[in-house]
């Protein structure tokens, strides 16, 4: 989205739709869209339709040796990207 001061961003866009915001900046949001462009429009849809995916399919919590295992891999998988970079710039 633009950095146009009259079309609200992404994540303010998301803090609306989520009740995120205060009352007056709510109601700015508000009347942003009601006057929004096709492409502001469209991203309130998308999110709408997000939020709705969200609420119906919860993500359920991993067994405790699931989430330790990725925890471990997750780990050792990052050390190796960080020697991977590292191992580029010594190249270059």
């Given at each position: 989205?633009?950095?146009d001061?009259?079309?609200?961003?992404?994540?303010?866009l998301?803090?609306?739709?989520?009740?995120?915001?205060?009352?007056?900046?709510?109601?700015?949001?508000?009347?942003?869209?009601?006057?929004?462009?096709?492409?502001?429009?469209?991203?309130v849809?998308?999110?709408?339709?997000?939020?709705?995916?969200?609420?119906?399919?919860?993500?359920?919590?991993?067994?405790?040796?699931?989430?330790?295992?990725?925890?471990?891999?997750?780990?050792?998988?990052?050390?190796?990207?960080g020697?991977?970079?590292?191992?580029?710039?010594?190249?270059?």
């Amino acid at each position: 989205m633009s950095t146009d001061p009259g079309r609200p961003d992404f994540r303010t866009l998301l803090d609306w739709l989520e009740g995120r915001l205060d009352a007056d900046k709510a109601e700015r949001v508000a009347a942003q869209v009601a006057e929004a462009d096709e492409q502001t429009l469209r991203t309130v849809e998308w999110l709408r339709g997000f939020l709705a995916a969200a609420r119906d399919l919860p993500l359920e919590e991993p067994p405790a040796t699931v989430r330790e295992s990725l925890k471990e891999y997750f780990a050792r998988w990052s050390q190796g990207q960080g020697s991977l970079f590292s191992n580029r710039r010594n190249v270059a």
